[in-house]
C-alpha cells in the first residue's frame, strides 16, 4: 500500500499535506503510511482513495518488484525552504 499511496499521489503532484487536507487526516499519517510505519482501518483507506480519485483497490494492487520507486516531489519539504 504504501508504494502505491505515494506513486499515486506525486504522479497527481501532490503533497503529503494536501493528501492529508483532502482525506481528513493529519500529514504525519500519511508520511508513516508511506513509510510503512502504520496500517489504515478501512474508513482511511476509504477516504485516501477518494481523494486520490481511485478505486480502493488501486491502493491494494501489488507493484511490480523491479518497478523504480516512486520519486518524491521536487519541491517537497526536504528540499523546500529551510525553516528556522
Same mark, same amino acid.
Do not use: F
Given at each position: 500500500?504504501?508504494?502505491?499511496? $505515494?506513486?499515486?499521489?506525486? !504522479?497527481? &503532484?501532490?503533497?503529503? @499535506? /494536501?493528501? +492529508?487536507?483532502? +482525506?481528513?487526516? !493529519? /500529514? &504525519?499519517?500519511?508520511?508513516?503510511? @508511506?513509510?510503512?510505519?502504520?496500517?489504515?482501518?478501512l474508513d482511511l483507506l476509504? $477516504?485516501? %482513495?477518494?481523494?486520490?480519485?481511485? %478505486?480502493?483497490g488501486a491502493l491494494l !494492487? @501489488?507493484?511490480?518488484p523491479g518497478a523504480t =520507486? =516512486? *520519486? =518524491?516531489?521536487?519541491?517537497? $519539504?526536504?528540499?523546500? @525552504?529551510? *525553516?528556522?
Open positions: 500500500m504504501a508504494w502505491n499511496l $505515494r506513486a499515486l499521489r506525486t !504522479a497527481r &503532484g501532490l503533497s503529503q @499535506e /494536501r493528501l +492529508a487536507v483532502d +482525506a481528513g487526516v !493529519a /500529514r &504525519g499519517w500519511v508520511s508513516q503510511i @508511506e513509510l510503512q510505519k502504520s496500517n489504515v482501518t476509504d $477516504r485516501l %482513495a477518494q481523494a486520490l480519485d481511485v %478505486a480502493p !494492487a @501489488e507493484h511490480d =520507486p =516512486p *520519486r =518524491p516531489l521536487p519541491n517537497g $519539504r526536504k528540499l523546500g @525552504e529551510r *525553516r528556522r
